[in-house]
């Protein structure tokens, strides 16, 4: 088939098998490797993209079904003013350590950001709770996503 | 602050966080790590691996193989068909012989996936089956060990001969998977007669002696370069070599580059594990309820092959009484030979095992003494100068007390301790914990020989060149913060890349909580020589090995004396809440304070803190692996179930400031301290919230629930 | 290399279904797990697969009479965020796996994936839910509970497609759901238990019963409900409706739990809510 989308804000077509797995076309096809697989079965979230602007795990995704839809990955993420005050609270707070689910939670905190500007800890902890890290034991990814939250609010 | 060590003239200030200098581009999606690059022309790996747990191979039958595809196996190896660890019993590839479900047989690889899949269906082995050990039992029965060590202190016979009575527990614990987040993953190259590997890696000298052993060709033959790494834990200190020899095996024969990239199934199915232990803890007690003695025998399965099981042993076997000084003790430590799966490298090292035994048997005794927990294990808590289970002694200030006094204010420990033995649903926990930092013994003497350059650059930057590894924990920041600080340059203009064997020296494995504490050190000392040394245009480097202070000493053959130089310590607290009906339990706050000398950065050692301890709860509370004839019956991340958010609160974590001589601004090592006593802290509050006694990891509500019904 | 489908509307759906076996897929959470294959690959499905998503007609929730329907492209998370849907049902779809499997997953999906721990199974077991199944020909609309004759096994026949949840109001006073997952999100189910009753001047009106987990297919039993119908709330015998239903429940140890958690667990929480009953 021939798939139409518009990733990170640019209109893309290309001829892909429909059943390949979305996370595949994004890694391989488009090189958008923030896009990451860590268990390719939903589990950890490391593939975490925005489908029409709601956060889902690429890995589980048929081509055939998001033609004309809109993603954004950490890609296009990281170049707009939400992706930056993010990206800098994160770092600021200590949120990163190795870094492999670094990507797919400044996804998850983008989506839960879009829907809920002012989050308590329990809303930011069930936002993220598909997205597994192994090193931070979580406490400084949830005072990235509200130091984000208070430094970028009206982005919201 | 404590100024006893000549080593604190900066460290007034050196904790103060600053951001880590990988943070951005790894939020970003900018970091690279293995599997993002793209390796023009490389093939793709698979293995093919045993169904058997234990089996001749009578024959094995190979398919036709298309033009661009390749089966690598043992007849390809040049060298030592080994992957060379400690000791070299494990095959690169099957030699006639498995030894364990997964054992590695033979390498496919080819230009497409489908391509590989295809020929790895069709492959066909012959097997003869051959009767295989699952359990330490047998093992023991038939003797098939790879270690078996005794430690004796004071004279525990007597001990045991006049004590009034004895008190007996016998604690186990579970495998556990490390679930870095990045699978495993290698790439090697054939670039101008040399095998090059990239990859996800601890030990990139590890992997390079594997492979020049196997390929048996020269040093310079092969390099190795590691990777951004995806969390490691451990992980990635033995298993990197264990599929990094036969993948230069395989390069090395067909001279094309090949890319092996685990699939998460069978990085859980394959990898090394924590060792599950068994260890039987007998107390003996005197007529004022004094501890007078203690046995211990401590029982690991080390699985098919040896791979760091006796080093892991060892570890377990000096943890064995934990932070207490007790008289008289006879340890024992054995470590079986099974046809399971082989267990290795994890953050901790054979320590978990033990401190969980220990801190729970030590709980169990004040209980049946009718003592408060922690007011007992105060007493026989180690100070400086004290006799440790080695024979050596404690060379530091012990501040556990105050690291107590600290906790329980914070935590009302001691009052909730009292109060939760009558409300019905509630409890609280507590574990006291050490970790010796950096190898065993003399081992950074004689064994790894730690060397560290600093080069310094016309432009006025520094290079660090060391071969230990960022891989999460901070060393990036941490190292170019050392020398920056004794340099008094900024931390921008301090380069350090991720370690390639081609222009790093060998300064030793990112293993055994020595990075900082040993490394660490080697470079700030480094730094002064080039400071003294500073002219704006020169470019020069400055070496530093590792010389051992004097004042350790320590006998391999008899291990006898100061097993580790320094130690980190650290207290673990659990409150939880207990479902009666479903046997659940929710911790409802965490406090943790920990002693690793002087942080370099307060938010690096937080967050080693964090992960640490929430990691150690995963271990005592969810992850769970079964065995079933070798295989494991978890084999997903949907079955083998590691902590999400939603499952623990906010870790409350703070440190207690005490310099070490030989560790950089006074720095020990944490990364392996912080896992050390969650498990045991976890296992006691569940405990006190149902007011029943516990004696596994993990505590899943499955087994409390058996507890409940006995 | 197998086919697949994109039908834009639902004619054109069954058209195809009736041409070739074929495997409908919707938000593909469960199938492209269940079919994996070496990252970079495809997925190996055994047939064709038909996926439902393009059709646009098929993500209505909306009453018809006092039901509620729920079309066969509504995901777990707006069956969790509409207010037209019955409290249990929510609640259950709130508490699957996590926000990005649940914007994608379907109601419809977690049903014709017919797991025994299939969290949304025991609140349309227990308000009595039916699926309506469609063919070129016509429709018929079933029991869940006809529906669903084992582990992963449907009578969905190879011309059909379930298009619609039908799903009765919740005329209960007290309900309680308990979801016993392997941790405390992002969690498959160990054991589920739901129950609803509703009490009218003292009097059991109503009391439906169900639970996850604890064999191939839900466990409910209209017999014992029947039984309890009509007493007042003190008069329940909480030991003789766990015993009845100790004989219904026969779970299984696998990786996730053992058999005797799950039984025990399942009768424990039983026991919660009918104490709860009682004490209304």
Known sequence: MTLNITLNGKQISLKTDPLRRLLDILRVDLKMTSVKEGCGEGECGACSILLDGEIVNSCMIPAGTVNNSSIVTSEGLRETERGRVIIEAFAGEGAVQCGFCTPGMLIAAEWLLSKNPDPSDVEIREALSGNLCRCTGYDMIIDGVKTAAKRGAGLW | ?710 | ?280
């Open chain 2, 1 to 710: 602050m404590l100024n006893n060590t000549g080593a604190e003239f900066m460290s007034d200030k050196i904790g103060s966080p600053v951001e880590r200098t990988d943070a951005a581009e790894k939020t970003g999606g900018w970091a690279k790590y293995l599997d993002d690059y793209d390796f023009p022309g490389a093939l793709h790996g698979k293995f093919y691996r045993s169904q058997k747990a234990r089996a001749e191979i009578k024959k094995i039958n190979l398919p036709e193989l298309p033009d661009g595809y390749h089966i690598i196996g043992r007849g390809d190896v040049p060298g030592l068909n080994a992957v060379s660890m400690i000791k070299q019993d494990m095959p690169a590839f099957a030699d006639g012989h498995v030894n364990h479900i997964g054992e590695i047989i033979l390498l496919i690889a080819g230009p497409e996936k489908s391509g590989v899949l295809k020929i790895h269906s069709e492959i066909e082995i012959e097997y003869k089956e051959l009767p295989p050990v699952f359990t330490t039992v047998e093992a023991l029965k038939k003797g098939d060990l790879f270690a078996d060590y005794h430690l004796k202190k004071g004279d525990p016979d007597t001990a045991f001969k006049n004590a009034v009575r004895i008190i007996e527990d016998r604690i186990t614990t579970g495998h556990q998977e490390h679930i870095y987040m990045e699978p495993q993953s290698l790439y090697g190259s054939w670039k101008d007669g040399q095998v090059v590997m990239h990859g996800s890696m601890q030990c990139p000298y590890y992997v390079k002696h594997s492979v020049v052993e196997a390929l048996g060709c020269d040093e310079d033959m092969v390099r190795v370069v590691q990777t951004t790494t995806g969390g490691a834990f451990g992980g990635k200190e033995d298993y990197p070599e264990i599929i990094g020899t036969p993948l230069a095996i395989a390069v090395n024969k067909i001279k094309k580059p090949v890319r092996l990239v685990l699939d998460r199934i069978e990085d859980i199915s394959f990898t090394c594990k924590r060792h599950p232990s068994e260890i039987v803890l007998k107390t003996a007690v005197d007529e004022e309820n004094n501890i007078t003695g203690m046995d211990i025998d401590i029982v690991i399965d080390g699985g098919a092959y040896e791979t760091y099981s006796c080093i892991v042993l060892q570890r377990a076997v000096f943890s064995s009484t934990g932070v207490y000084d007790i008289p008289n003790v006879n340890v024992r430590g054995r470590a079986c030979r099974t046809n399971n799966v082989p267990n290795g490298a994890f953050r901790g090292f054979g320590a978990p095992q033990a401190l969980t035994a220990i801190e729970t048997h030590m709980g169990h005794t004040a209980e049946e003494i009718g003592e408060n927990p922690a007011e007992f294990k105060k007493k026989y808590f180690l100070k400086k100068g004290s006799a440790t289970v080695t024979n050596g002694k404690i060379h530091e200030d012990v501040l556990l007390e105050k690291m107590f006094n600290i906790i329980d204010k914070k935590s009302g420990y001691a009052e909730k301790s009292r109060q939760y033995r009558t409300v019905p649903g509630k409890g609280i926990g507590i574990s006291f914990y050490n970790h010796g930092c950096g190898f065993t013994g003399d081992g950074e003497q004689t064994i790894i020989k730690a060397v560290v350059y600093l080069d310094k650059k016309k432009n006025g930057n520094v290079e660090i060149l060391v071969s230990n590894v960022e891989m999460g924990q901070g060393l990036r920041t941490n190292f170019p913060k050392i020398v920056s600080r004794i340099l008094e340059i900024p931390m921008e203009n301090i380069i350090f890349k991720d370690p390639d064997t081609g222009f790093v020296p060998n300064s030793g494995p990112t293993a055994a909580s020595r990075s900082i504490m040993v490394v660490g050190f080697l470079l700030q000392e480094a730094a002064k020589k080039m400071k003294k040394r500073w002219n704006d245009e020169e470019e020069f480097r400055v070496e530093q090995h590792y010389r051992h202070p004097e004042e350790f000493t320590w006998n391999q053959e008899t291990m006898q004396g100061d097993a580790y130089p320094a130690y980190g310590w650290g207290i673990t607290v659990v409150e939880a809440e207990a479902d009666p009906d479903t046997y659940e339990i929710t911790a409802s706050r965490i406090w943790a304070v920990h002693e690793a000398g002087t942080a370099i950065d307060e938010k690096i050692l937080n967050g080693q803190v964090q992960g640490g301890v929430m990691q150690g709860l995963g271990w005592g509370s969810l992850e769970k692996l079964q065995l079933k004839e070798g295989r494991f019956l978890q084999t997903t991340m949907a079955d083998y179930i590691i902590p999400t958010a939603m499952d623990f609160p906010r870790i409350n974590s703070e440190f207690v400031d005490n310099p070490y001589p030989y560790g950089p601004f006074g720095a020990k090592g944490a990364g392996e301290l912080v896992f050390d006593g969650a498990g045991a802290a976890y296992l006691s509050a569940v405990e006190s919230a149902f007011n029943i006694k516990i004696s596994a990891l993990p505590v899943t509500p499955e087994a409390i629930m058996e507890v409940m019904l006995k």
């Open chain 3, 1 to 280: 290399m197998v086919k697949s489908y994109r039908p834009e509307t639902l004619k054109e759906a069954l058209e195809l279904r009736r041409s070739e076996k074929m495997i409908p897929l919707a938000g593909g959470t469960d199938l492209m797990v269940k079919f994996r294959n070496w990252a970079g690959l495809p997925p190996l499905f055994e047939k064709s697969v038909l996926m439902l998503n393009n059709i646009s007609d098929l993500s209505g929730i909306y009453s018809e009479g006092k039901n509620i329907i729920i079309e066969a492209g509504v995901t777990l998370t707006e069956t969790a965020e509409s207010e037209c849907v019955p409290a249990p049902l929510r609640k259950a779809a709130a508490q699957i796996a996590a926000p990005g499997i649940r914007n994608r997953a379907t109601l419809a999906g977690n049903i014709c994936n017919a797991s025994p721990a299939g969290d949304t199974l025991v609140p349309l077991y227990v308000l009595g839910a039916k699926v309506r199944l469609e063919n070129i020909h016509g429709r018929r609309e079933l029991l869940i509970s006809e529906y669903i004759r084992g582990p992963g096994k449907t009578v969905l026949k190879d011309d059909e497609l379930l298009t619609a949840v039908i799903v009765p109001p919740d005329t209960s006073n007290i309900s309680f759901y308990k979801k016993v997952g392997t941790r405390k999100a992002n969690a498959l189910t160990k054991v589920s238990f739901l129950g609803l009753a509703e009490i009218k001047e003292g009097i059991l009106n109503r009391i439906n019963l169900a639970f996850g987990a604890v064999g191939p297919v839900i466990v409910r039993s209209k017999e014992i409900e029947a039984k309890l119908i009509g007493l007042k709330s003190g008069e329940i015998d909480i030991d003789k409706v766990s015993a009845e239903f100790s004989a219904l429940i026969i779970p299984i140890d696998d990786q996730r739990s053992t058999a005797k958690y799950r039984k025990k667990v399942a009768l424990n929480l039983l026991g919660r809510f009918l104490t709860r009953v009682k004490e209304l």
